[in-house]
DNA sequence: TTTAATAAGTGTACTATCAACACTATCAAA
DNA sequence: TTTGATAGTGTTGATAGTACACTTATTAAA
């Protein structure tokens, strides 16, 4: 084996999730590159990702990236694993990450990945003109570089996250139906709950609150709106600790 | 801001944590630098770590860093967190980095923490003549560079993976008594339990095989001995993951 | 060989949560 | 006013959680 140690380039990628009440998306940055004689030289999907500058942390580096391609600030955001293979963006995308990089290939490049829950609705994808758009989790087939794989591991990460923390409604806008949080849970978990039974669960959770507020314009019964107050679920989440898990 | 880049150095830094039945302990290197009239320069005790090799992934280098401390091979072990804020570890820290490191300190170090669980006893300390030795968690007040920060965060990640997947028994011989994971869950959470009732929620979990097999040479009534099956805790996994956590 | 010390091992009654299951209410649009 | 669509609601049986005290098997000391 090698003593040898690498020089490092540290990304940070996002994985920016994005729920429309129908289905998982994940944030995408369209790579087009186009010929003099205009042609398409090289065209592929990756994941959206940036360096840490000088003075920023990474959590500001991971924040400045999602600020970049969707205008929001203060979005849930958790840092789930760093890859480094030491070949990991070389074979196959040798040519790849030249065309858009000037940096030496034999460089080992880090990539610390986020991922990031949001509801679709709230992003203008038109911020800044970027080669950005929203792509269902399941239709993606292929990503440039190893981003296949850092999706993959963020949707075990954020699966993992959704069934143990009250996370689900950070894909939903601020006011939400219950039933539009159930289908949270169905679409990404890949199930179905009895509404009766996943209702009576709710009303457990103190921090899920009910508003006097309904639903307008619907061609049904319109449906009550709820809040998550993170302030009475911090208050029950260390009366639960004091009490042990 | 800057949007200057930095170079990076990366380091595999593994909080390794060994139970011996009564605390819970942490590997810590004791770095102590001695001047040439035979005083001592400098003194710290700091957690263990490595850079990641040419040829190397980063389960590697973590695989060969606990190897070198410990001798052992196939311990549990598991990449929590990435740490790397611009100024880690300058302020108060240069000196001592610069003594041990021949580095640029304008360069950022960014450490990819792993934690690891075995039972104290598995291990040799004298292998390979190391400045190693267990310090029992809560004795712990101060580390080297930010060493400290990445405990804490590599203690919570640890308390939440216990409560949340059956890894009690890493920190155990591979055939532990009732009692004795027992207490890995109270020492390691603070709290006490119900030998009844933790020995009925024990029976439920078929992963955890009763061997016909006992403690020899205690004092008193001695205790029947189990083991862990990876294998029926993966099928048992898979079945409540069908019908869906 | 008896006794003391120590931890192992075991059951029950009450409460809380889980899981399965079907109908009525309210709104908009036709 | 009818239709279509989704909201909202209770009960029962099974499973898991919680609180609680005595007997048993072994070694060491008397």
Redesign the pocket.
């Known amino acids: 084996m090698s003593n040898k140690i690498l020089n490092n380039y540290i990304s940070v990628d996002c994985v920016i999730f994005g729920f429309d009440f129908e289905k998982l998306n994940v944030l995408v940055v369209d790579r087009t590159l186009i010929k003099d004689n205009g042609e398409i030289d090289f065209t592929d999907l990756t994941l959206t990702g940036n360096h840490i500058y000088e003075d920023e942390t990474i959590v500001e580096a991971a924040d400045r990236i999602i600020y970049d391609l969707t205008g929001l600030r203060n979005i849930y955001l958790e840092q789930f694993k760093t890859f480094a293979a030491p070949d990991r963006l070389k074979k196959e995308n040798d040519r790849k990450w030249l065309l858009f990089n000037d940096r030496n290939p034999d460089n080992r490049i880090v990539s610390i990945g986020f991922f990031a829950l949001l509801a679709t609705q709230k992003v203008t994808l038109e911020w800044k003109g970027r080669n950005v758009r929203w792509m269902p989790v399941d239709e993606i087939t292929e990503l440039g570089f190893d981003h296949k794989l850092i999706l993959s591991e963020a949707l075990i990460a954020m699966r993992n996250k959704l069934i143990h923390e009250p996370i689900g409604f950070e894909l939903l806008p601020e006011k939400f ?4 949080l ?1 289908k949270v849970y169905e679409i990404i978990l890949d199930t179905t ?5 996943f ?3 709710v ?2 959770m103190k921090y899920l609150i009910p508003l006097d507020e ?12 709820y809040m998550f107050s993170r302030e009475v679920y911090e208050k029950t989440r260390k009366e639960i600790l004091n ?1 042990l898990v």
């Open positions: 139906t219950l039933t539009q159930q709950f009895d509404k009766r039974n209702r009576k669960k009303a457990r309904k639903q307008k314009g619907v061609a049904h019964k319109p449906a009550r709106l009490f």
